[in-house]
């Protein structure tokens, strides 16, 4: 933390909305050294903590002391501002915690401790902190606890203990209410309890897209200030078998077999996916099945769009109440049953779906830089059977300014569902006796010039594997809440002008 002094004829701006806290301040504490205050016998004072806004979407704690001769002014000061905070509604004031002490670099806890916790003492808030002993401890925790004593639940950790906690939370939700969660069709109710997550993990795409930073310190803040972002949330079925919910990347092909490969390098840390992506990119192998899906004909945007979803998006709230529209004229029928499906058959090196652009720090604009948040789509990008080369031009793009999807071999569509069955799979269900088909796979194998895999990739969902390979996939529309408010529009304008208002006042 930050601190500075406001003196005689001084002033300082801060909106109530980013106060942290307020306390008196232990002058015995403070040094006050420096002008007329040394003079004064007994002077009092109060500090205001608030958030600061820096580059890059970056916040940090910041204080100002103010300095008084009157104690009974300071205390007036201190019990107006306090009033003030009590008015912000959207404060958490319990919180839920659950600690993952091996992701990422497996610094969960440290992190925790050293740069968060004294933040949300700072500003009163009360947390229950639970730190993971297993895989899925926080997901079954979930089911068992008081959930309504909580504001919001907190997860320490990267992607896949967040979907932990997404999914005992949807899960619970789900159940409370009587709902099959093995229906494709049913219609999943709202999780209102909002999660905030503090990054520790190794690649944190879902903070770094929701927040534009992935900085223990910065996801506090968010918590703290109590933020809201709605959220699409996909679920994947096999066979009207539930098997799991996708917020960021659901991957085949080439995310699938970096994941599957990584796993057993767990033990490089956040390295692993450089060293797995690497020898992935050197297979090329390529997957061949097909596709259907059902186009998102409610949203205004599209994956080609310039601009991104931002704080506030318009696009994300039009399309929202345009699939709010469209359920009510329906009634109790289906909406989707009645669209079009668009089915592509082909071989691809990968087939992602993506919710949200999946911007993280190896990639600052994401798989998809113009997909939305909570507009109730997902982008389904293809990226076709094409050279080592062309593919490696396809990957670079992702890190620089050039756009991924100027490619022949690359398509794009916003969808509502999405299905896919492996050329394997198709054929093996299939009463076709024609032995040369049903070993398609094998004869690309013994071709020199076909990199088509004789063997199914794996599916990524959100950093863990999905045991089938044939899947049905649907978004549903802002199925929770983050602490968070999506990627705020001109930061660095904003902060410059904050400290312009500091000075000048
Ligand atoms: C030449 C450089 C090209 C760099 C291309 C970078 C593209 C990076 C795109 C990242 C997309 C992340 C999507 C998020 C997925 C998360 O739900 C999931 C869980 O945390 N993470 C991963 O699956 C982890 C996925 C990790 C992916 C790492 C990919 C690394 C590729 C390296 C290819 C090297 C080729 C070099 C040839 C000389
Ligand atoms: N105590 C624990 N022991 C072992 N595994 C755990 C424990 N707690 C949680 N997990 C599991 O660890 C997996 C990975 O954790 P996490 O997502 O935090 O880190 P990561 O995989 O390094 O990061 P990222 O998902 O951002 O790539 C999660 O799927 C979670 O279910
Ligand atoms: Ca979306």
Redesign the pocket.
């Known amino acids: 933390m930050k601190g500075k002094k406001i003196e005689d004829g001084e002033n300082c701006f801060v909106p109530t909305s980013e106060i942290i806290a307020v306390e008196e301040t232990d002058l015995n504490k403070k040094q006050h050294n420096s002008g007329k205050w040394q003079k004064m016998a007994k002077p009092h004072a109060f500090t205001v903590y608030y958030v600061k806004k820096a580059r890059n979407h970056r916040w940090w704690c910041s204080d100002v002391t103010f300095w008084c001769v009157d104690e009974q002014l300071c205390n007036q000061w201190i019990q107006a501002l306090k009033e003030l905070l009590e008015l912000q509604k959207a404060r958490p004031k319990q919180l839920l915690v659950y600690i993952n002490p091996y992701g990422g670099k497996r610094q969960g806890k440290r992190i925790y401790e050293q740069k968060v916790a004294p933040l949300f003492s700072l500003a009163s808030i009360s947390t229950d902190v639970f730190i993971t002993e297993r895989a899925n401890h926080a997901k079954d925790n979930l089911f068992e606890v008081n959930i309504n004593k909580y504001d919001g639940v907190v997860c320490v950790g990267?992607?896949?203990m967040f979907?932990e906690v997404m999914h005992g939370l949807i899960g619970r939700m789900q159940k409370d209410s009587g709902i099959d969660q093995n229906n494709p069709k049913a219609p999943l109710v709202q999780c209102n309890i909002r999660i905030g997550i503090i990054p520790a993990?190794?690649?944190?795409?879902?903070c770094y897209s929701t927040v534009g930073i992935s900085d223990p310190v910065t996801s506090a803040l968010h918590i703290i200030v109590g933020d809201s972002q709605p959220l699409d949330v996909s679920s994947v079925h096999h066979n009207n078998t539930f098997l799991k919910y996708?917020v960021?990347?659901l991957?085949y092909g080439f995310?699938g077999d970096?994941?599957k490969d990584?796993e057993k390098k767990r033990w490089m840390g956040p390295m692993r996916?450089?060293y797995?992506?690497?020898k992935?990119?050197?297979s090329h192998h390529c997957y061949e099945g097909t596709i259907s899906f059902q186009p998102a004909k409610h949203t205004l945007g599209s994956p080609r769009d310039k601009d991104s979803c931002r704080t506030g998006c318009h696009i994300c709230r039009q399309s929202e109440q345009q699939l709010a529209e469209q359920r009510k004229k329906c009634g109790l029928k289906h909406e989707e049953d009645e669209e079009e499906w668009k089915v592509i058959k082909g071989k691809f090196l990968a087939i992602n779906v993506?919710n949200m652009s999946?911007a993280?720090p190896?990639?600052p604009k994401?798989?998809s830089p113009a997909a939305h948040l909570a507009d109730g789509s997902a982008d389904l990008i293809l990226v076709r059977k094409c050279s080592r080369f062309d593919f490696?031009r396809y990957?670079?793009r992702?890190?620089n300014q050039d756009d991924q999807f100027d490619f022949s071999f690359v398509d794009v569509y916003r969808v509502k569902s999405f299905q896919f069955t492996s050329k394997l799979l198709e054929d093996n269900e299939s009463d076709v006796t024609d032995i040369g088909k049903k070993h398609f796979g094998q004869f690309c194998r013994d071709h020199p010039a076909c990199c088509c895999n004789i063997a199914n990739s794996t599916w990524?969902?959100?950093?863990?594997t999905l045991d089938s390979s044939a899947i049905e996939v649907r978004v549903h529309c802002q199925l929770m809440k983050l602490f968070a408010r999506g990627i705020e529009e001109n930061c660095k304008e904003a902060s410059r002008n904050q400290s312009r208002v500091e000075q000048l006042l």
């Open positions: 990267g992607d896949g979907s993990g190794s690649t944190d795409c879902i996708t960021s990347l991957g995310y970096i994941l990584s996916y450089d797995s992506g690497f992935t990119f050197l993506v999946c993280c190896r990639s994401g798989l490696l990957l670079v992702h890190t990524n969902c959100d950093g863990e």
